[in-house]
């Protein structure tokens, strides 16, 4: 059962940076597909970014493809996003998570390791 725990978020201006970063444990997550996800308040909680094991493949929300990059070192059994150029809508809790499987895929419900999730406040 591999256990994932988010860091690095915070309180940032808009048009700021943050990285955030999730670490695994109890296992291995070379042969996971990784993702973040994130929620803000009264909305469903939406697909962000992913990245296939082997780093072959990357997606990203639209609203977020060009100041958003997810990165993974298996090594590390970590996973980061870089947040640039921060806007206000991205205000939200982010969710780290991992599924077994080749496919990157958006669903939430694909996804079987979550961490906790860590809030990110944008103001502007």
């Known amino acids: 059962q591999v256990q994932l725990a988010e860091s690095g978020g915070g309180l940032v201006q808009a048009g700021g940076s943050l990285r955030l970063s999730c670490a695994a444990s109890?296992?291995?997550?070379?042969?996971?597909?990784m993702g973040w996800f994130r929620q803000a308040p009264g909305k469903n909680r939406g697909f962000v970014a992913g990245?296939?094991?082997?780093?072959?493949?990357?997606k990203y929300l639209d609203s977020v493809r060009g100041r958003f990059t997810i990165a993974r070192d298996n090594a590390k059994n970590t996973l980061h996003l870089q947040m640039d150029s921060l806007k206000p809508e991205d205000t939200a809790t982010y969710y780290c998570?991992?599924?077994?499987?080749?496919?990157?895929?958006?669903?939430?419900?694909?996804?079987?390791?979550w961490g906790q999730g860590i809030q990110v406040t944008v103001s502007s």
């Open positions: 998570a991992a599924r077994a499987g080749l496919s990157i895929t958006f669903g939430g419900l694909e996804y079987h390791y």
């Open positions: 109890s296992g291995p997550i070379g042969s996971l597909v």
């Open positions: 990245i296939s094991s082997s780093c072959g493949s990357l």
